[in-house]
């Protein structure tokens, strides 16, 4: 059976919404083992789908985008996952280094250009590790924010950058809320980023991420005086099939 086709991929996700995690990313591991990945920024939710794919042997390769503006204690997070499962976390890096971009288009880009900026240290990097595989497993929820609310578990695109041919976008995390992530988490004593005793609940880059109030939406304080909530890695696939 084609892994790829619509109908199928229609009923998967009806089927998914009922399904224990586990089982979702069983379903990615045997029928695409290593040509699926787990992209995380090492939010809570992406952090439990990487804990328990690996608790339940699911070992995806996992990847990260690192775009030079990271906060230090995201990266000190990053080596705690690391040294807990035993896995190398691969960071994909942008052409150029925060020092040249300043150089060519000018300083502080994020201020004058955030949709120029992300596209350059965060989507460019990700479509090419995309070009070379067949599933994208995601940390996405529903409960994140309006810009997330419709997301399905599993999602077919049209992938035309770089190669054209079909991608899965996996979001086993979607129906998940904030709780039942924090649940897992303190159950499984997951290490987590040490910002969010601070008030951060959505943690990107450094210049573009400040805490947020409890009513806020988890991605609040991200891009603040923009119209923006999102970077762009989960919306350059456009409407999915």
């Given at each position: 059976m084609n892994p790829f086709d619509p109908e199928l991929i229609r009923r998967k996700a009806e089927e998914f919404e009922t399904a224990v995690l586990p089982d979702?990313?069983?379903?990615?591991?045997?029928?695409?083992?290593?040509?699926?990945?787990?992209?995380?920024?090492?939010?809570?939710?992406?952090?439990?789908?990487?804990?328990?794919?690996?608790?339940?042997?699911?070992?995806?390769?996992?990847?990260?985008?690192?775009?030079?503006?990271?906060?230090?204690?995201?990266?000190?997070?990053?080596?705690?996952i690391e040294d807990l499962l035993g896995i190398r976390i691969e960071s994909l890096v942008p052409e150029q280094t925060v020092e040249e971009q300043e150089a060519e288009l000018g300083p502080e880009l994020w201020k004058s250009k955030p949709d120029l900026c992300c596209a350059l240290r965060?989507?460019?990097?990700?479509?090419?590790?995309?070009?070379?595989?067949?599933?994208?497993?995601?940390?996405?929820?529903?409960q994140?924010?309006?810009?997330?609310?419709?997301?399905?578990?599993?999602?077919?695109?049209?992938?035309?950058?770089?190669?054209?041919?079909?991608?899965?976008?996996?979001?086993?995390?979607?129906?998940?809320?904030?709780?039942?992530?924090?649940?897992?988490?303190?159950?499984?004593?997951?290490?987590?980023?040490?910002?969010?005793?601070?008030?951060?609940?959505?943690?990107g880059c450094r210049p573009c991420t400040r805490p947020v109030g409890d009513g806020d939406d988890e991605r609040a304080g991200r891009w603040t005086g923009f119209d923006k909530s999102e970077c762009g890695i989960h919306t350059f696939l456009g409407s999915n099939i």
């Open positions: 979702i990313l069983r379903w990615a591991w045997e029928t695409f083992g290593g040509r699926a990945a787990i992209g995380t920024s090492f939010q809570g939710a992406g952090l439990v789908a990487l804990h328990t794919a690996y608790q339940n042997g699911f070992r995806f390769p996992v990847f990260t985008i690192d775009p030079g503006l990271l906060f230090p204690e995201t990266l000190e997070l990053k080596s705690k965060k989507v460019i990097p990700l479509q090419k590790k995309l070009a070379e595989l067949d599933v994208w497993i995601t940390g996405v929820r529903r994140q924010g309006a810009s997330r609310d419709g997301v399905k578990i599993v999602e077919l695109y049209h992938f035309d950058v770089l190669r054209d041919r079909y991608i899965i976008k996996l979001n086993p995390m979607a129906n998940w809320t904030r709780d039942q992530v924090q649940a897992y988490t303190v159950e499984h004593s997951l290490p987590v980023n040490s910002l969010a005793s601070l008030g951060y609940r959505s943690i």
